[in-house]
């Protein structure tokens, strides 16, 4: 159980468009979700956190009009990656989080990002 | 925001000795500390986790201390393997099941 997918699990754009991810809890309901972004051999980074329902929230330094996160229900929430740049090539992590007294998040596989 | 460090950023051992990764946090309100072992391009993997209601904790031959006063944290693998060779993260949440990862520490294993 608790299994959480992301799509797709690579990603190569042209500098400029928009490419959109997608993070799903397989067999369980997400209050809230999580997505990270990981530079080659760096830690993850906490970008926003998601509830079902409502805006996202953003940690300090990145932009929600670039990053746009969209939790429509409690198995689903996608990330959307606008007017990408090379510099935003990285490897994107989303995680859920089931509540009801867990303490662990379940992750999602990652997808890599290549912009041209 | 909460910080967490973690050290040593690298660490070899010779098979079968004890490797041990620390890390320090900022926020006292953190009352979750996971760690997890990652290997190149995959997901993390959830190793060992504890809350701040209790000081350690062990599962085979993983353990992990923590002590709130000092606000640092220890993860201690026993009678290490080569398959025990990866990335090692640890993380705290302050709150609404947020986490804040270590820089990360890449264990060898030495067979």
């Known amino acids: 159980g608790a299994v959480v997918s992301q799509h797709p699990s690579w990603v190569i754009c042209k500098s400029g468009t928009s490419v959109k991810i997608e993070c799903r809890s397989l067999?369980?309901?997400?209050?809230?979700m999580f997505w990270y972004r990981q530079f080659p051999k760096q830690s993850l980074m906490l970008m926003a956190t998601s509830n079902e329902g409502s805006k996202a929230t953003y940690e300090q330094g990145v932009e929600k009009d670039k990053f746009l996160i969209n939790h429509a229900s409690l198995t689903l929430s996608t990330l959307t990656v606008t007017s990408a740049h090379p510099e935003d090539s990285s490897f994107y992590i989303c995680?859920?989080?089931?509540?009801?007294?867990?303490?662990?998040?379940?992750f999602g596989p990652g997808t890599r990002l290549t912009v041209l | 925001g909460e910080n967490v460090e973690q050290h040593p950023s690298t660490l070899s051992v010779q098979e079968g000795d004890s490797a041990v990764i620390k890390c320090t946090y900022s926020d006292s309100a953190s009352n979750y500390f996971p760690w997890y072992k990652q290997e190149l391009g995959k997901r993390p993997q959830l190793i060992i986790d504890i809350r701040s209601n209790v000081g350690e904790k062990k599962d085979q031959r993983i353990a992990v201390t923590l002590n709130k006063t000092a606000k640092h944290f220890s993860l201690h693998i026993t009678e290490t393997q080569p398959e025990d060779s990866a990335v090692y993260f640890c993380?705290?949440?302050?709150?609404?099941?947020?986490?804040?990862f270590g820089t990360g520490t890449r264990l060898t294993v030495i067979p």
């Open positions: 067999d369980f309901q997400a209050t809230t």
């Open positions: 993380a705290a949440s302050p709150g609404a099941n947020n986490l804040f």
């Open positions: 995680s859920a989080y089931p509540g009801g007294g867990y303490n662990e998040q379940f």
